[in-house]
């Protein structure tokens, strides 16, 4: 079964400062990845996804995340936060069912709200 | 604009009563999902087709059904609604069923139950 862990509810940075989102995730084989980003009142936004490829994979608007099996986690990173990155973070995992055989179906982390001040 | 639209945005219902969501994929995707989120329960996979076949499901109530119909658009139907069916409902679609293959959402429809 899979299932996903995002360890801070709400994370608070200034303007210019790093951000981390952290994610772990559980899954019974190797799983797929992604974050999405919701704003309010919007809906949700692919910002990357990692598919065993690169470890550390690049998003949009300066995000990316790194991959670490030893670890079973996926956080996700950007040097410098923009007032525009205020939103609602969602670490997400896709494994394959039972058998090896996947449907896509994305199982959600509850998600971490981030607040940027001026 | 992620090319999935959701209708209605926001839809008010009284208790007992029934209502369809629906949903058209981006061109070309064969899968949809369908996802509820509310604030105790956060995002929840409620059931996928694929290509007018549904392939899994998830935490879905009896009361609800869904269908994605031959030209690939989907209906969420909910009935003998409650107040806890209060919730913003999602769709999401994508190329295939793989698993590494990413989703796209719609803006949402909510739904408040009276």
């Known amino acids: 079964a899979q299932s996903v862990t995002q360890l801070d509810s709400h994370v608070s940075v200034s303007e210019g400062t790093p951000v981390l989102l952290r994610c772990n995730y559980s899954?019974?084989?190797?799983?797929?990845l992604f974050w999405y980003v919701q704003h309010p009142n919007k809906g949700l936004q692919l910002l990357l996804k990692?598919?065993?490829?690169?470890?550390l994979v690049k998003g949009i608007n300066g995000f990316e995340a790194e991959f670490k099996k030893s670890e079973t986690s996926f956080h996700l990173t950007k040097p410098s936060a923009h007032m525009s990155d205020a939103a609602e973070y969602f670490c997400?995992?896709?494994?394959?069912?039972?058998?090896?055989?996947?449907?896509?179906?994305?199982?959600f982390g509850q998600g971490t709200i981030l607040t940027v001040h001026p | 604009d992620s090319g999935v639209t959701q209708t209605p945005k926001h839809l008010i219902t009284a208790t007992g009563q029934r209502v369809t969501l629906r949903c058209s994929p981006r061109?070309?995707?064969?899968?949809v999902y369908w996802y509820q989120q509310s604030l105790d329960q956060g995002l929840q996979f409620l059931i996928q087709?694929?290509?007018?076949?549904?392939?899994a499901k998830g935490n879905i109530l009896e009361r609800f059904s869904a269908q994605q119909f031959p030209d690939l658009h989907s209906e969420l139907n909910l009935s003998s609604l409650e107040l806890g069916d209060s919730a913003l409902y999602f769709c999401?679609?994508?190329?295939?069923?793989?698993?590494?293959?990413?989703?796209?959402f719609g803006q949402g429809t909510r739904l408040t139950v009276v």
């Open positions: 990692y598919t065993s490829a690169a470890t």
């Open positions: 899954s019974s084989y190797s799983p797929s």
């Open positions: 997400v995992v896709s494994d394959p069912q039972a058998g090896g055989t996947s449907y896509g179906k994305l199982t």
């Open positions: 999401a679609s994508s190329q295939n069923d793989r698993q590494n293959t990413e989703a796209f």
């Open positions: 061109s070309g995707d064969l899968s």
């Open positions: 087709y694929y290509n007018g076949e549904e392939r």
